[in-house]
């Protein structure tokens, strides 16, 4: 056994994922173990000659004993807390760099310089795994890596992405990120985030775009520890079932949130203005950051499904504020809210409320006291919906066409959305109302038309 299954073991930390090196048929191995345990074996990749065996909630990967030794096969790999072996039957660690004492000490530290040559992906990998174990990065192996995160260009996005994934969903994601821009992986993997560096915003902001950016991560963060005392413990518990609902590419609903919050303000630095009177502005950045996110999720290769929920999270993100000073909100203002941000009318609550809270500056608490409320007021009917759906309409687009005698066409889209408000704010119940309802906006336009201002003239 070797790497992450020997170091797993001597932390006390549970692994269902095991790593063999064998001399010898792998393919023959496998194949053993799997009918063995009733599992399926197959072989990753010709070229390497790697086998895997997966059972129920566990898998074996078995790879090829590389320079003739374990020793030798050890010291190719990436850091020394990984350089560890133990023959299957027991017996003495197989420790050749120290790995050991790194795990005793909670250091993350490279086998040579070499390993970030041999593949530059390891110079992300150095932020993932300190943070995903609490541990600190060794000086050298910080300084070696920031020389070689230029190589990371040459890293394939899936790579890439597979890393800072798990960095952002980690315990210590923001201790990642910051391990990530110190070893020079940033500006290479997520240049939209190094942008956002130094960019100032309006008073009502105490930390530039940047800052801002990491306090809205860590208010998800929050809100995925302790839902309700986010939203209170009326809505506690649903929060933290939808949040824990698997969503796309190995994430849950509160992980893609967290890259939401990563992504939502992209934008501001290409949309940031300063109107005559000396007021910073920027206008659409919630629909250009909608694109950027696409933009990077593509690069990084993610799914379609991802790249859509973190685009439409960045796009909704401003709704919720608007919608402050017309509280007590109505039931159409309330409709319009969800129906334009559904699928995510949920997701992003959650996240304008972690905006809200990272923005503190002139006028913070009041502005935050009302957010709050009005998260609280708009959570059950988002949830709600989110669990439903909208309302089956009382009357079918073909019927409203032959009631009003329309021919097909956007107006009758147009006015099967008026329906829908309506009967969400419970103004119309069935078919007949529906239709008289309709009769009687369209007698009350035909009237406007005929008084409008330039009749009689």
């Known amino acids: 056994m070797v790497g992450g299954t020997v170091r797993d073991r001597l932390l006390g930390r549970p692994t269902d994922d095991l790593d063999l090196v064998l001399a010898g048929d792998l393919g023959a191995a496998a194949r053993r173990l799997g009918r063995a345990a009733s599992a399926a074996a197959f072989e990753l990749s010709e070229a390497h000659g790697a086998w895997r065996v997966v059972g129920e909630g566990w898998q074996v990967d078995i790879t090829p004993l590389h320079g003739g030794s374990v020793e030798a096969d050890l010291?190719?790999?990436?850091?020394?807390?990984?350089?560890?072996?133990?023959?299957?039957?027991?017996?003495?660690?197989?420790?050749?760099?120290?790995?050991?004492?790194?795990?005793?000490?909670?250091?993350?530290?490279?086998?040579?310089?070499?390993?970030?040559?041999?593949?530059?992906?390891?110079?992300?990998?150095?932020?993932?795994?300190?943070?995903?174990?609490?541990?600190?990065?060794?000086?050298?192996?910080?300084?070696?890596?920031?020389?070689?995160?230029?190589?990371?260009?040459?890293?394939?996005?899936?790579?890439?992405?597979?890393?800072?994934?798990?960095?952002?969903?980690?315990?210590?994601?923001?201790?990642?990120?910051?391990?990530?821009?110190?070893?020079?992986?940033?500006?290479?993997?997520?240049?939209?985030?190094?942008?956002?560096?130094?960019?100032?915003?309006?008073?009502?902001?105490?930390?530039?775009?940047?800052?801002?950016?990491?306090?809205?991560?860590?208010?998800?963060?929050?809100l995925q520890r302790d839902p309700a005392a986010a939203v209170g413990p009326q809505h506690g518990g649903a929060v933290a079932a939808l949040l824990d609902e698997p969503l796309a590419d190995s994430l849950s609903r509160g992980e893609a949130l967290r890259l939401g919050a990563l992504l939502h303000d992209a934008a501001k630095p290409t949309t940031r203005a300063v109107t005559p009177e000396g007021r910073v502005t920027f206008l659409g950045h919630d629909e250009v950051g909608a694109r950027m996110a696409e933009e990077v999720l593509g690069r990084l290769r993610s799914s379609e499904r991802l790249r859509r929920h973190v685009a439409d999270l960045t796009r909704h993100h401003l709704r919720l504020g608007f919608l402050v000073h017309e509280r007590p909100l109505s039931l159409r203002v309330l409709h319009r809210y969800l129906r334009a941000c559904d699928p995510v009318e949920v997701d992003v609550t959650l996240l304008s409320l972690a905006d809200r809270l990272a923005t503190r500056g002139a006028n913070a608490q009041p502005a935050i006291a009302a957010h709050t409320e009005l998260t609280r007021e708009v959570l059950g009917a988002a949830l709600r919906w989110r669990a439903q759906g909208p309302p089956a309409p009382v009357l079918r687009g073909d019927e409203l066409a032959r009631e009003l005698s329309l021919a097909p066409g956007p107006a009758i889209g147009e006015l099967l959305d008026e329906l829908a408000e309506a009967q969400y704010a419970g103004e119309i119940t069935d078919r007949a109302g529906a239709v008289a309802y309709l009769r009687a906006r369209r007698a009350e336009r035909a009237d406007a038309q005929e008084t409008g201002p330039d009749r009689g003239q």
């Open 75 to 222: 010291r190719r790999r990436d850091f020394t807390i990984n350089a560890l072996g133990e023959p299957l039957a027991g017996g003495e660690l197989v420790d050749p760099t120290g790995g050991a004492e790194d795990l005793r000490r909670r250091r993350v530290r490279m086998v040579s310089p070499q390993a970030f040559v041999d593949d530059p992906l390891r110079v992300l990998r150095l932020a993932r795994v300190a943070c995903e174990l609490g541990f600190d990065a060794e000086a050298a192996s910080v300084r070696a890596a920031r020389e070689r995160a230029p190589g990371l260009q040459r890293v394939a996005g899936e790579r890439l992405f597979f890393e800072l994934r798990r960095i952002v969903v980690a315990e210590a994601a923001l201790a990642g990120l910051r391990l990530m821009e110190e070893v020079g992986a940033t500006d290479v993997v997520l240049p939209e985030l190094s942008a956002l560096h130094g960019v100032e915003q309006t008073r009502f902001h105490h930390l530039d775009v940047h800052d801002h950016t990491l306090a809205v991560l860590g208010g998800v963060i929050e």
